[in-house]
């Protein structure tokens, strides 16, 4: 399991369990341990067993979770991996507004050589921050170099090796935005192994807040994503959908935070 799967779900079904006991329901849990088919059959499954479902990080496409949402079975995704279509009610962090607050943290500390560790294409989450990045960079007036952008897995080993190739460049960043905590991790990790200091020789901003952003050293400069909230939110509109009233947000952003901590400074050397 890639590092902090286990707090991130666990951080959006403590939300979810809150508002089950506030709205006077009964909650029911399936594992689909990322497997598509695994999560086909549970979720026809369920549909004979309960009211509605709540998937987080579904596996299946837009298409596929239209045809199993229903007038009587409501279904709600938290944190869509895949594009949606606008009949699918989904809850989200904003992913585009995060990326857009780590990149202007980094250019206002004086950085304008940012490397950025992306997850893999395709995901919402990486597609989403990518957008945020270019965005951001587009304000300052700062053009998207290509050989700063390294695409990577949403787990340590992979931030690592993607923050050696930025690290290893002619012109190396003076600051890297990992796509998540984890990668952010791993490239702690890199700069370390090269014996360059954060942030003194290279600030780091991740994108989580997850627990172990707080005890790695330096402690880490994140995007803090409202998964407790999102977890209540979908609760919230499956309720809504139960009681047969239309929720006025069908797909809702929550807004993510900047959190600065000590893995960020102004850069040592002016590029």
Same mark, same amino acid.
């Given at each position: %399991?890639?590092?902090?799967?286990?707090?991130?779900?666990?951080?959006?079904?403590?939300?979810?369990?809150?508002?089950?006991?506030?709205?006077?329901?009964? $909650?029911?849990?399936?594992?689909? #341990?990322?497997?598509?088919?695994?999560?086909?059959?549970?979720?026809?499954?369920?549909?004979?067993?309960?009211?509605?479902?709540? @998937?987080?990080?579904?596996? =299946?496409?837009?298409?596929?979770?239209?045809?199993?949402?229903?007038?009587?079975?409501?279904?709600? *995704?938290?944190?869509?991996? $895949?594009?949606?279509?606008? #009949?699918?009610?989904?809850?989200?962090?904003?992913?585009?507004?995060?990326?857009? =607050?780590?990149?202007?943290?980094?250019?206002?500390?004086?950085? &304008?050589?940012?490397?950025?560790?992306?997850?893999?294409?395709?995901? %919402?989450?990486?597609?989403?921050? &990518?957008? +945020?990045? &270019? =965005?951001? $960079?587009?304000?300052?007036?700062?053009?998207?170099?290509?050989?700063?952008? *390294?695409?990577?897995?949403?787990?340590?080993?992979? +931030?690592?090796?993607?923050?050696?190739?930025?690290?290893?460049?002619?012109?190396?960043?003076?600051? @890297?935005?990992?796509?998540?905590?984890?990668?952010?991790?791993?490239?702690?990790?890199?700069?370390?192994?090269?014996?360059?200091? *954060?942030?003194?020789?290279?600030? @780091?901003?991740?994108?989580?807040?997850?627990?172990?952003?707080?005890?790695?050293?330096?402690?880490?400069?994140?995007?803090?994503?409202?998964?407790?909230?999102?977890?209540?939110?979908?609760?919230?509109?499956?309720?809504?959908?139960?009681?047969?009233?239309?929720?006025?947000?069908?797909?809702?952003?929550?807004?993510?935070? %900047?959190?600065?901590?000590?893995?960020?400074?102004?850069? &040592?050397?002016? *590029?």
């Amino acid at each position: %399991m890639p590092l902090g799967y286990d707090v991130y779900f666990g951080s959006i079904l403590a939300g979810v369990t809150d508002a089950v006991y506030e709205n006077g329901l009964r $909650l029911s849990i399936a594992s689909t #341990r990322h497997e598509h088919a695994r999560e086909v059959q549970l979720l026809a499954q369920l549909s004979d067993m309960t009211d509605g479902a709540l @998937i987080i990080l579904p596996e =299946q496409s837009g298409d596929e979770l239209e045809r199993a949402l229903t007038d009587d079975y409501p279904v709600v *995704v938290i944190d869509p991996l $895949l594009p949606l279509g606008d #009949r699918v009610p989904f809850v989200a962090a904003a992913h585009r507004r995060g990326a857009r =607050q780590a990149i202007d943290h980094l250019v206002t500390l004086g950085h &304008r050589r940012i490397g950025v560790i992306s997850g893999p294409p395709g995901w %919402m989450a990486t597609e989403e921050r &990518r957008e +945020g990045w &270019r =965005q951001a $960079l587009g304000g300052a007036g700062i053009p998207a170099d290509p050989m700063l952008f *390294v695409e990577a897995d949403w787990e340590l080993g992979p +931030g690592a090796a993607a923050a050696a190739q930025l690290l290893e460049l002619d012109d190396p960043p003076t600051a @890297i935005f990992g796509f998540n905590d984890a990668i952010a991790i791993g490239a702690m990790k890199a700069a370390h192994e090269r014996g360059l200091r *954060v942030p003194e020789d290279v600030s @780091i901003v991740g994108f989580d807040d997850l627990p172990y952003a707080t005890i790695v050293t330096p402690p880490l400069t994140t995007i803090r994503q409202p998964l407790a909230e999102m977890g209540r939110a979908g609760l919230g509109l499956v309720a809504r959908l139960l009681d047969s009233r239309r929720p006025e947000a069908p797909q809702i952003e929550l807004p993510t935070r %900047m959190i600065v901590r000590e893995s960020t400074a102004p850069p &040592r050397r002016i *590029v």
